[in-house]
């Protein structure tokens, strides 16, 4: 379980930007497998970075896997092997105790994990402009629980 210490180094990059900045040049130290790829390769900062590590921690969360985790060879990091997994289904690669076949409501849960997990991967996109900013993060995440609960009351 992560501490909130630990939380706090995944994001908050963004705090390192001084008001009006966009974008920061820096030699900050940041956890390995969640820092966006401008920040790891040429220590640029932005708030787009603190939404890539979101995305990372969303793949974790619903898949119980961790970005440093060993993944297959080709599969260079947790979000590449979530890209390539995820056409096979959410069911394949959601963790199994978040998604039971026997649940009454299996179908729409895997529909609301595919969901969160194609917005996980919009928000690690490799380039910071193709991200989306947290707002519109916030709106999807309550657009996919409002269809969870209109599914749950139609079944």
């Known amino acids: 379980m992560k501490t909130w210490l630990h939380m706090w180094e995944i994001f908050g990059i963004a705090k390192l930007l001084g008001e009006g900045d966009l974008m920061k040049h820096t030699m900050t130290l940041a956890t390995i497998g969640y820092m966006a790829p401008e920040f790891g390769s040429a220590g640029i900062v932005s ?10 921690v969303l793949i974790e969360t619903f898949t119980k896997k961790k970005p440093t985790d060993n993944f ?4 260079r990091t947790i979000r ?3 890209e390539s997994s995820l056409p096979k289904g959410a069911i394949e690669i959601a963790d199994v105790d ?6 009454e409501y299996f179908i729409v849960k895997a529909n609301c ?4 997990m194609e917005l996980a991967l919009n928000c690690s996109t490799e380039l910071p402009e193709e ?9 999807e995440l309550k657009k996919i629980k ?9 079944v």
């Open 98 to 103: 978040l998604l039971k076949r026997e649940d």
């Open 80 to 82: 590449h092997w979530m």
């Open 131 to 139: 991200r989306k900013n947290m707002k519109d993060v916030v709106v």
């Open 47 to 56: 708030v787009k970075c603190d939404v890539y590590s979101y995305g990372i």
């Open 72 to 75: 297959v060879a080709e599969e």
């Open 113 to 116: 994990i595919s969901s969160i």
């Open 146 to 154: 409002q269809r969870l609960l209109n599914n749950i009351k139609h």
